[in-house]
């Protein structure tokens, strides 16, 4: 099989990137946003720190 069969991706290739999740701080109720590669972050607004589940 040459490389110039693959003219895609393979699934492989993508399966560690990183991607956004948008939610809403438990506290006070503002926008965040958490990545998957990421195991907490920290409402802007409050300061309070959510954990990626």
Known sequence: MSTNEF???PA???K???F???DVCPKCG???EIWSDEDETTCRS???VI???
Request: charged fraction near 35%; charge should be negative; glycine fraction near 0%.
């Open 30 to 32: 503002a926008d965040i």
């Open 20 to 22: 956004p999740t948008e």
């Open 46 to 48: 409050c300061d309070y």
């Open 51 to 53: 954990r990626n589940s």
């Open 7 to 9: 003219k895609e991706t």
């Open 12 to 14: 492989c290739a993508d």
């Open 16 to 18: 560690n990137t990183a």
